[in-house]
């Protein structure tokens, strides 16, 4: 790639061409594993400290430059969801679970719960039905999502959720 600011077209042409191929931004970009990792340390960081705004513009740029890092999606879904944009929220959890090869019932439950909190039970069920299907039934933290899932479609039959 060039020193300078400015990409020449045979860069632009190879960084398209790596694109259509399937590579990610990162990969045609020249951007490696180290900074995307690097990236998503502060990105937590900046969430677990109550600053979601920030970390939600680093997730929104680690999902651009990865779109297939489930972590990434799943960020930026958490930040969407403690800032209140709950729509927002829900399509990136939606993402996140596309992302993970629908092999982890986490995306499935956060979404749902974004639907009851906007009054859709309808959709909150059917994401919580299908958390129950999925995930590694060896993996403790999974079974975890399951269960959740479980107790609130038994609230939800029980009528015991507003």
């Known amino acids: 790639m060039s020193t300078g600011s400015e990409i020449t077209p045979q860069e632009a042409a190879g960084m398209i061409d790596a694109l259509l191929g399937g590579a990610t931004l990162a990969d045609a970009a020249g951007v490696g594993k180290e900074a995307l990792e690097a990236g998503y340390g502060l990105a937590h960081s900046l969430y677990g400290s109550g600053n979601f705004k920030d970390a939600e ?15 990434f999606w799943l960020g930026l879904a958490g930040c ?68 959740r899932a479980q107790a609130v479609l038994d609230l939800l039959d029980k009528g015991e959720l507003p």
Not at 57 to 71: I, S, V
């Open 57 to 71: 513009t680093m997730f929104k740029a680690l999902c651009l430059y990865d779109n297939g890092d489930e972590r």
């Open 80 to 147: 969407r969801q403690m800032n209140g944009d709950l729509a927002a929220a829900i399509d990136a959890y939606a993402l996140a679970g596309v992302a993970g090869s629908l092999a982890n019932p986490a995306p499935l439950v956060h979404g749902g719960l974004c639907w009851l909190k906007l009054g859709d039970k309808e959709n909150a069920a059917a994401l919580f039905r299908a958390a129950l299907d999925i995930g590694d039934k060896d993996n403790a933290e999974h079974a975890g999502y399951r269960a």
